[in-house]
């Protein structure tokens, strides 16, 4: 194992030590091949690994993680998704925090893994060729701007749950000093309000 692999694989235990999972269901079983032809693009190594430990779905129903989509002919909906049309023509979006970033990084590049209930937006700068290179870029819509944050989604959410930024990087704070915070699947989500019970009470 190189000295990179080692550290994806040490970032991403940390994280799932900092999570309580409430619900049977761990992880999700991806052929990542395919999603690599339908997005044209291989996935950086820490979501690979937290979608097989972990899996889609949220913590503390606030903070969702995307899957990506299998087939071409698969909804972006809820799945890893570039930034839809309308927003992408939306001028008051490309809205960067940092003013020297405004004319560094484009919004066609953005590759979105995840959002939060308040309409915050997680995604990937995904420009470089290695996808373990691209930093994490996330929309407050508090703040309604970009800020962009260097390693992988794993180390983002890692901060964010040892609450470890300086400036609060999204629009809610219910997730800011909860010890072992809860991470329920959106299977077993879904069974729970289908039988009639709300699964984080």
């Given at each position: 194992?190189?000295?990179?692999?080692?550290?994806?694989a040490?970032?991403v235990?940390?994280?799932?030590k900092?999570?309580?999972?409430i619900?049977p269901?761990r992880?999700?079983?991806?052929?990542?091949?395919?999603?690599?032809a339908?997005?044209g693009?291989?996935?950086?190594a820490?979501?690979?690994a937290f979608?097989a430990l972990?899996?889609h779905?949220s913590i503390?129903?606030?903070?969702?993680?995307?899957l990506?989509?299998?087939?071409s002919?698969?909804?972006?909906q809820?799945k890893?998704?570039?930034?839809?049309p309308?927003?992408?023509a939306?001028a008051?979006?490309d809205?960067?925090?940092?003013?020297?970033?405004?004319g560094?990084?484009r919004l066609?590049d953005?590759l979105?893994?995840?959002e939060t209930?308040?309409?915050d937006t997680?995604?990937?700068?995904a420009?470089?060729?290695d996808p373990?290179?691209w930093?994490?870029?996330?929309?407050?819509?508090f703040?309604l701007?970009?800020s962009v944050?260097?390693g992988?989604?794993?180390e983002f959410?890692?901060r964010l749950?040892?609450?470890?930024f300086e400036?609060?990087p999204?629009?809610?704070t219910?997730?800011?000093?909860?010890?072992?915070?809860r991470?329920l699947?959106d299977?077993d989500?879904?069974a729970?309000?289908e039988?009639?019970?709300?699964?984080?009470e």
């Amino acid at each position: 194992m190189s000295d990179e692999q080692s550290r994806v694989a040490s970032v991403v235990t940390d994280l799932a030590k900092e999570l309580t999972v409430i619900g049977p269901t761990r992880g999700d079983v991806i052929d990542w091949n395919a999603a690599e032809a339908v997005y044209g693009r291989p996935f950086p190594a820490d979501y690979r690994a937290f979608v097989a430990l972990i899996g889609h779905g949220s913590i503390e129903e606030m903070v969702g993680i995307r899957l990506p989509a299998a087939t071409s002919e698969e909804s972006y909906q809820n799945k890893v998704s570039p930034l839809a049309p309308h927003a992408l023509a939306d001028a008051t979006i490309d809205n960067w925090a940092a003013p020297v970033q405004a004319g560094e990084y484009r919004l066609e590049d953005l590759l979105i893994w995840g959002e939060t209930a308040a309409a915050d937006t997680f995604a990937w700068i995904a420009t470089d060729s290695d996808p373990d290179r691209w930093p994490v870029a996330v929309y407050s819509r508090f703040e309604l701007a970009w800020s962009v944050y260097p390693g992988g989604m794993a180390e983002f959410l890692l901060r964010l749950l040892r609450d470890g930024f300086e400036e609060w990087p999204i629009s809610d704070t219910s997730v800011r000093g909860v010890t072992r915070p809860r991470f329920l699947h959106d299977q077993d989500e879904e069974a729970a309000w289908e039988s009639g019970t709300n699964p984080w009470e």
